[in-house]
């Protein structure tokens, strides 16, 4: 591949374009001509005309005769959820796809520069955005990752464990999955108020709602005291050190005696680097957190009075560290 190959901008964002006007929707009855499209999608035909043929050159949509266009299975994945959310430009694909322009600061700086384009921090920006924050939140939930794997144990025992506390768990998808696969136990989600307020559908579909307390706060507070265990899924990778050790002290603040804490996310194995150069790269830029191998991160618990007790992978492969409060 060459370098403009590489540095090309016009397919991804003609790509986010076709997602945004959900063309492929558009044409899932069959191939349509360029100006029926424009209507349904509310856009200037000639314009689209030109994103579509790009794109056609890059092989995803057919172009069956001049002006008109159809799906192809590269296009096909344009209808998916996931692939919609991410892509759209009026929603939080947008603010992800716009942070890219912060990257130069956030190398020259080390610090996430993402309020230079936005004028707020991320989280900021998505509490003064609802449908963005909501967005987010199906994102990062099953909407964007599918089912939730529900064994964030090291070895899978959870006889001991009675209660959990999903710490930043979003409307519910893995606490959900968790007591779907634990009838004994009783689970806590705790997330902003708008965030937990649209967890309730998440509990009653997957049958466990009366066996959940819902908590509308920032992870930041003090959490929810006594549990057997507290989950961190996809937390501590979106946070610098400073704001890392501060949840992770709320929770060793929280754990029962003998309990623990499962941190999902944000930690590696060492020598074997991190979740990918891309994905760092999009933490700095957005959210300013940072990846950490297990070394580093064990500095970072024992600053809080936790030790590293056990680490392992879940079936679907994602790397689970254990922590245990530091005996007295």
Known sequence: ?????????????????????????????????????????????????????????????????????????????????????????DGIGGRLADAWGTTLSAVRTGQCAYAERFGMSFWDDLAAHPAIAAAFDDLMGSVGHGTPDPEVLVGGDWSAIRTVVDVGGGTGALLAEILRAHPGVHGTLVDLPPTVARAAPVFEAAGVADRVTVVGRSFFDPLPPGADLYVLKSVLNDWADREALAVLQRCADAVSPSGRIAILGGVAPDGTGHGGVAEDLIVARGLGGKPRTIERFRGLAHGVGLAVAATGRQPSGRFVVECRRIAA
């Open 1 to 89: 591949m060459t370098l403009e190959e590489l540095a090309d901008l016009k397919t991804p964002w003609c790509l986010r374009v076709a997602a945004t006007l959900r063309i492929a929707d558009h044409l899932a009855g069959g191939p349509r001509d360029v100006a029926e499209l424009a209507v349904a999608a509310r856009c200037d035909a000639d314009s689209l005309h030109r994103v579509l043929g790009h794109l056609v050159g890059k092989g995803v949509f057919e172009q069956p005769a001049p002006g008109r266009f159809a799906l192809n299975d590269a296009a096909r994945p344009l209808r998916e959820p996931p692939v919609q959310i991410g892509l759209d430009l």
